[in-house]
């Protein structure tokens, strides 16, 4: 009696042939993802390779300590700042290192280009605190200017000849006796991170970016997360399913696609322009990024809400809690991690953006350490955008090293908000 | 219109809940048609009936969880004591103080095992002190025979327990609130015989305090469990009376030919 | 009635029921060879029967095995329960009246050794067709489930209990007559009271069938008695 349909020999060796090409397949498709990942690593180590190679020199810089003889006959005791503090030190330089200055002082203003105005600062500041120092012998350090530092990191070569090079031959002589004289030393360059930004590439540091940019994060979080928690709890657990939250979750959605120079915009004309808040200042980058950050936020929010099975409403609503009860004491809880995550990570997307902080004026220069909401300020990658639109050639080192910063500081957000989801996190 | 009573409940048992008229619909669907039905007090009632026949509907109509679900509307009187439950006035949250319910699927909340019993009497503010909280926990998860199993560990997680501890927690959470009535959607389906056997037990200890309406599927189940069974079909209720009628000698063919397992 | 969703619930039932049914048929047959062998004289006919007994026995041990195992497997409820436990009790009855055929034709035996008795051969064969007529009639009924057959046999109990106590009169009559005739008559008299208790069996089964269909006992109070003896 034979069965209805092939028979059961027939099924075998068909499956079993196509199983061949079905196998070829699958490896092929898994060597695709291999590919695949080969390559985004590779983009990845290429990237972060090249940033590294750059920038790795800006951290460490060459000092030099030298004895400055505070000259009575060329400071005034009554005057300490009118002294040129500068022109001291380099002529003592020079004769420190045996090299007679000429008529004109070309040597000696060749000998200030090699030393940072840093030292000059330094010794006025002393003198102003103490003028008895006037006539002593005074042990100061201070970087090495710019240029002469590079030529330590090797950036710049004897072999480029004189004119194409930044430095003199005779600068690059002294420097090495100066060097053999144990005059310079090498360190790390912790000026990158206690001095905030400067014309001068060997004074300029990251300091006022960092403050500016935790200062503008801290008002993001402020304004975006909780917000941002509500507003999704409210359209998740509270509002009616009509047409009209429905409209809202539309628009909600293409706002977090909207591209972040228009939030630059947006910016512009209501804050400044309306509320007249003050350009350039963590506040309106805040309020800024507030705007940008709010939809993310609002969606993740929703979707970690969405995740908590509705067994435990019910639970809770059985027991005679009201509705903001069962939200507040259960479902909110438990989307906590995914909540926490998703702020997180829309923080770190904030704490990247360039184009909308540079709408709302964040372009400018700013030296000093912003100390309020209000005052002037600059984040890191408006920094890194200002920092490499600069002429030295110092400062391409230094904003490679700044990018290395940002990147850290991203990695340890999302490191945060990985531990933070694994705390957190609960089974149910 | 109920079509038959087999038998209606002695005079002496007080009525609990009465149900008069009771229709539901979700949406443009109808799901119960005009069911009356008397539910005794200090006492087991058993709603049996194919799936998609409305009694889980008509369960949750009783402490208003279908006011949950949108678009869903409930038509007719439902009196707990007297007190008509679809009182548009009448506050759900005060009315499911009183209606406790257990799930299908034990749901205890990710919380301690004494936060979960403690949560109800916490925001009804039934315990004033720490140790008058103590105390309500302690009583409850003694009735609900999980004392002696989690006396020790009430700082675990509630869902650290086996499955029909989960159960027995969840039910202790019901009655930590002093419940009047307690209704329970099919609570041992999700359980092993073991656990179902006690779960059956402690149900029977259970129904000298409170009023109890069950839904279950199984009829070997509400054969066991219960005094009075009501069968419903196709969002009607079709015979209710004592369950020792109904499984002897029940009045109506549809019940007989479900009971028998003539038909699905 | 539609019928059960899973099949060999319904064989089972069903087959409980043709075997208690057959069980009803071999009775009867025993009965009427009873009776035949009493009347007729007929010792083999007799022995037959008192053998044949064991079978009977064994089809009930069957039926119970099969009641018990149908109880435990299926669960069953209402009408199918009523079904089950029906068979029960009526297999029991139905393999008493068996016993009560085998002690008729153990009489029988006896009675071919002495003279016959012609009137009271006739007595006793109305009786016999009374009780064999009525056990039928309800074996029918329970065949075919009608409530009213059963009841209509139920309501005339007391006829084969009229017709026993003529019998017994007689019988008395006789034996006060003359004394040889003493133990022909009391085996006679035994004879007499297996049939009237064969007729209470098949209002016993009349009671169950009534039962099965309906749900309802029948009130024991109700039952039309004539057992008064001195009537």
């Given at each position: 009696?034979?069965?209805?349909?092939?028979?059961?020999?027939?099924?075998?060796?068909?499956?079993?042939?196509?199983?061949?090409?079905?196998?070829?397949?699958?490896?092929?498709f898994?060597l695709y993802?291999q590919?695949?990942?080969?390559?985004a690593?590779?983009?990845?180590?290429?990237?972060?390779?090249?940033?590294?190679?750059?920038?790795?020199?800006?951290?460490?810089?060459?000092?030099?300590?030298?004895?400055?003889?505070?000259?009575?006959?060329?400071?005034?005791?009554?005057?300490?700042?009118?002294?040129?503090?500068?022109?001291?030190?380099?002529?003592?330089?020079?004769k420190?290192i045996?090299?007679?200055?000429?008529?004109?002082?070309?040597r000696?203003?060749a000998?200030k280009?090699?030393?940072?105005?840093?030292m000059?600062?330094?010794?006025?500041?002393?003198?102003?605190a103490d003028?008895?120092?006037?006539?002593?012998?005074l042990?100061?350090?201070?970087?090495l200017?710019?240029?002469?530092?590079?030529?330590?990191?090797?950036?710049?070569?004897?072999?480029?000849?004189?004119?194409e090079r930044?430095?003199?031959?005779?600068?690059?002589?002294?420097?090495?006796?100066?060097?053999?004289?144990?005059?310079?030393?090498?360190?790390?360059?912790?000026t990158?991170?206690?001095?905030?930004?400067?014309?001068?590439?060997?004074?300029a540091?990251?300091l006022g970016?960092?403050?500016?940019?935790?200062?503008?994060l801290?008002l993001?979080?402020a304004?975006?997360?909780?917000?941002?928690?509500?507003?999704?709890t409210?359209l998740?657990e509270?509002?009616?399913?009509?047409?009209?939250?429905?409209?809202?979750?539309?628009?909600?959605n293409?706002?977090?696609?909207?591209?972040?120079?228009?939030?630059?915009?947006?910016?512009?004309?209501?804050?400044?322009?309306?509320?007249?808040?003050?350009?350039?200042?963590?506040?309106?980058?805040?309020l800024?990024l507030?705007?940008?950050?709010?939809p993310t936020?609002?969606?993740a929010?929703?979707?970690?809400?969405?995740?908590?099975?509705?067994?435990?409403?019910?639970?809770?609503?059985?027991?005679?809690?009201?509705?903001?009860?069962t939200?507040?004491h259960?479902?909110?809880?438990?989307?906590?991690?995914?909540?926490?995550?998703?702020?997180?990570?829309?923080?770190a997307?904030?704490?990247?953006?360039?184009?909308?902080?540079?709408?709302?004026?964040?372009?400018?220069?700013?030296?000093?350490?912003?100390?309020?909401l209000t005052?002037?300020?600059?984040?890191?990658?408006?920094?890194?955008?200002?920092?490499?639109?600069?002429?030295e050639?110092?400062?391409?080192?230094?904003?490679?090293?700044?990018?290395?910063?940002?990147l850290?500081?991203?990695?340890l957000?999302n490191?945060?908000?990985?531990?933070?989801?694994?705390?957190?996190?609960?089974?149910? | 219109?109920?079509?038959?009573?087999?038998?209606?409940?002695p005079?002496?048992?007080a009525?609990?809940?009465?149900?008069r008229g009771?229709?539901?619909f979700?949406?443009?669907?109808q799901?119960?048609?005009?069911?009356?039905?008397?539910?005794?007090?200090?006492?087991v009632?058993?709603?049996?009936g194919?799936?998609?026949?409305?009694?889980?509907?008509?369960?949750?109509?009783?402490?208003r969880?279908?006011?949950?679900i949108?678009?869903?509307?409930?038509e007719?009187?439902?009196l707990?004591?007297?007190?008509?439950?679809n009182?548009?006035?009448?506050?759900?949250?005060?009315?499911?103080?009183r209606?406790g319910?257990?799930f299908?699927k034990?749901?205890?909340f990710p919380?301690t095992?004494?936060?979960?019993?403690a949560?109800?009497?916490?925001?009804?503010?039934?315990?004033?002190?720490k140790?008058?909280?103590?105390?309500?926990?302690?009583?409850?998860?003694?009735?609900?025979?999980?004392?002696?199993?989690?006396?020790?560990?009430?700082?675990?997680?509630?869902t650290?327990?086996?499955?029909?501890?989960?159960?027995?927690?969840?039910?202790?959470?019901?009655?930590?609130?002093?419940?009047?009535?307690?209704?329970?959607?099919?609570?041992?389906?999700?359980?092993?015989p073991i656990?179902?056997?006690?779960?059956?037990?402690?149900?029977?200890?259970?129904r000298?305090?409170?009023?109890?309406?069950?839904?279950?599927?199984?009829?070997?189940?509400?054969?066991?469990?219960?005094?009075?069974?009501?069968?419903?079909?196709?969002?009607k209720?079709?015979?209710?009376?004592?369950?020792s009628?109904?499984?002897?000698?029940?009045?109506?063919?549809?019940?007989?030919?479900?009971?028998?397992?003539?038909?699905? | 009635?539609s019928e059960?969703i899973?099949?060999?619930?319904?064989?089972?039932?069903?087959?409980?029921?043709?075997?208690?049914?057959?069980?009803g048929?071999?009775?009867?047959?025993?009965?009427?060879?009873?009776?035949?062998?009493?009347?007729?004289?007929?010792?083999?006919?007799?022995a037959?029967v008192?053998?044949?007994?064991?079978?009977?026995?064994?089809?009930e041990?069957?039926i119970?095995?099969?009641?018990?195992?149908?109880?435990?497997?299926?669960?069953p409820?209402?009408?199918?329960?009523?079904?089950?436990?029906?068979a029960?009790?009526?297999?029991?009855?139905?393999?008493?009246?068996?016993?009560?055929?085998?002690?008729?034709?153990?009489?029988?035996?006896?009675?071919?050794?002495?003279e016959?008795?012609?009137?009271?051969?006739?007595?006793?064969?109305r009786?016999?067709q009374?009780?064999?007529?009525?056990l039928?009639?309800?074996?029918?009924?329970?065949?075919?489930?009608?409530?009213e057959?059963?009841?209509?046999?139920?309501?005339?109990?007391?006829?084969?209990?009229?017709?026993?106590?003529?019998?017994?009169?007689?019988?008395?009559?006789?034996?006060?007559?003359?004394?040889?005739?003493?133990?022909?008559?009391?085996?006679l008299?035994?004879v007499?009271?297996?049939?009237?208790?064969?007729?209470d069996?098949?209002?016993?089964?009349?009671?169950?069938v009534?039962?099965?269909?309906?749900?309802?006992?029948?009130s024991p109070?109700?039952?039309?008695?004539?057992?008064?003896?001195?009537?």
């Amino acid at each position: 009696m034979t069965e209805p349909g092939p028979s059961r020999e027939d099924l075998k060796t068909t499956v079993a042939r196509r199983l061949k090409a079905r196998n070829a397949a699958e490896r092929r498709f898994r060597l695709y993802g291999q590919v695949a990942i080969a390559l985004a690593l590779g983009f990845l180590v290429l990237l972060l390779g090249r940033i590294v190679q750059q920038g790795w020199s800006t951290f460490i810089d060459y000092r030099l300590t030298a004895q400055v003889y505070l000259d009575p006959s060329r400071i005034d005791r009554t005057d300490p700042g009118g002294a040129n503090y500068d022109l001291l030190i380099a002529q003592q330089l020079l004769k420190q290192i045996g090299v007679a200055d000429d008529e004109n002082g070309t040597r000696s203003d060749a000998m200030k280009d090699l030393v940072s105005g840093d030292m000059g600062f330094q010794v006025l500041d002393r003198v102003k605190a103490d003028p008895t120092l006037i006539g002593r012998t005074l042990t100061v350090s201070a970087p090495l200017k710019a240029n002469a530092g590079l030529y330590f990191k090797g950036q710049v070569k004897r072999s480029t000849s004189e004119e194409e090079r930044a430095l003199s031959d005779a600068q690059i002589d002294w420097l090495d006796q100066m060097r053999a004289g144990g005059l310079v030393a090498s360190g790390f360059n912790s000026t990158f991170f206690t001095r905030s930004d400067s014309t001068e590439p060997e004074q300029a540091g990251v300091l006022g970016a960092i403050v500016g940019s935790t200062l503008m994060l801290i008002l993001t979080a402020a304004l975006a997360i909780p917000i941002g928690v509500l507003a999704a709890t409210f359209l998740e657990e509270f509002a009616p399913k009509n047409r009209w939250t429905d409209i809202v979750e539309v628009n909600i959605n293409n706002l977090a696609a909207v591209p972040s120079i228009v939030y630059g915009l947006l910016g512009l004309a209501v804050f400044i322009n309306w509320m007249h808040v003050p350009r350039s200042s963590p506040l309106v980058g805040g309020l800024v990024l507030a705007l940008m950050a709010l939809p993310t936020v609002i969606i993740a929010t929703r979707s970690s809400l969405k995740a908590v099975p509705p067994s435990i409403r019910e639970a809770a609503l059985a027991l005679g809690a009201s509705r903001t009860q069962t939200v507040f004491h259960h479902v909110l809880p438990l989307a906590l991690p995914g909540v926490m995550t998703g702020s997180i990570l829309s923080l770190a997307h904030a704490l990247g953006e360039t184009a909308p902080l540079l709408m709302v004026g964040m372009v400018s220069f700013v030296p000093g350490v912003p100390d309020s909401l209000t005052s002037a300020s600059t984040v890191l990658p408006v920094q890194i955008f200002i920092w490499e639109n600069a002429s030295e050639r110092a400062f391409h080192e230094r904003t490679a090293a700044a990018i290395m910063v940002l990147l850290a500081f991203m990695i340890l957000m999302n490191l945060a908000a990985v531990l933070m989801r694994r705390r957190f996190e609960r089974r149910w | 219109m109920t079509d038959v009573q087999s038998s209606p409940p002695p005079a002496e048992v007080a009525t609990r809940i009465s149900a008069r008229g009771v229709r539901v619909f979700y949406g443009d669907k109808q799901a119960l048609f005009d069911v009356d039905l008397d539910v005794p007090d200090r006492a087991v009632t058993a709603l049996i009936g194919p799936s998609g026949c409305g009694k889980s509907t008509f369960l949750r109509c009783i402490n208003r969880m279908n006011d949950t679900i949108p678009g869903a509307r409930v038509e007719g009187t439902i009196l707990l004591d007297g007190e008509d439950v679809n009182d548009r006035d009448l506050d759900p949250v005060l009315l499911r103080a009183r209606v406790g319910m257990v799930f299908q699927k034990p749901n205890p909340f990710p919380k301690t095992i004494f936060e979960n019993v403690a949560y109800g009497p916490r925001i009804h503010g039934l315990a004033t002190s720490k140790s008058e909280l103590d105390g309500v926990v302690e009583q409850a998860l003694k009735r609900a025979g999980l004392w002696k199993e989690v006396s020790d560990r009430l700082d675990q997680p509630g869902t650290s327990l086996s499955g029909g501890q989960q159960q027995r927690l969840v039910i202790a959470r019901a009655i930590a609130i002093n419940p009047e009535v307690i209704l329970m959607d099919e609570p041992c389906s999700a359980l092993d015989p073991i656990a179902t056997a006690r779960i059956e037990e402690l149900i029977d200890e259970l129904r000298a305090l409170y009023c109890i309406v069950i839904v279950t599927h199984s009829m070997a189940q509400a054969a066991r469990v219960s005094q009075r069974t009501a069968f419903f079909h196709m969002g009607k209720l079709v015979e209710t009376g004592l369950t020792s009628k109904i499984f002897t000698r029940p009045g109506d063919p549809r019940t007989q030919d479900y009971i028998t397992g003539r038909f699905g | 009635m539609s019928e059960h969703i899973v099949k060999s619930y319904e064989d089972e039932l069903n087959s409980l029921a043709a075997e208690c049914s057959r069980l009803g048929g071999l009775a009867e047959a025993q009965l009427a060879d009873a009776i035949r062998a009493v009347i007729r004289r007929e010792p083999d006919l007799a022995a037959e029967v008192i053998q044949q007994d064991d079978r009977l026995d064994e089809i009930e041990a069957d039926i119970e095995q099969k009641s018990i195992r149908l109880i435990a497997l299926r669960q069953p409820m209402a009408n199918d329960l009523r079904k089950t436990v029906a068979a029960l009790k009526i297999a029991s009855n139905l393999e008493r009246c068996g016993d009560l055929a085998k002690s008729i034709a153990k009489r029988a035996l006896v009675l071919t050794d002495v003279e016959p008795m012609p009137a009271l051969s006739r007595s006793i064969e109305r009786m016999g067709q009374l009780v064999q007529s009525r056990l039928r009639s309800v074996l029918d009924a329970y065949a075919s489930s009608d409530a009213e057959g059963a009841m209509e046999v139920w309501r005339r109990d007391h006829e084969v209990d009229e017709h026993y106590n003529s019998l017994f009169r007689e019988l008395l009559t006789y034996m006060m007559g003359d004394a040889r005739t003493i133990t022909p008559c009391a085996h006679l008299l035994f004879v007499a009271k297996n049939l009237e208790r064969i007729g209470d069996h098949a209002t016993n089964i009349a009671e169950i069938v009534h039962y099965e269909i309906s749900g309802d006992q029948v009130s024991p109070g109700d039952r039309p008695r004539s057992d008064d003896l001195r009537a």
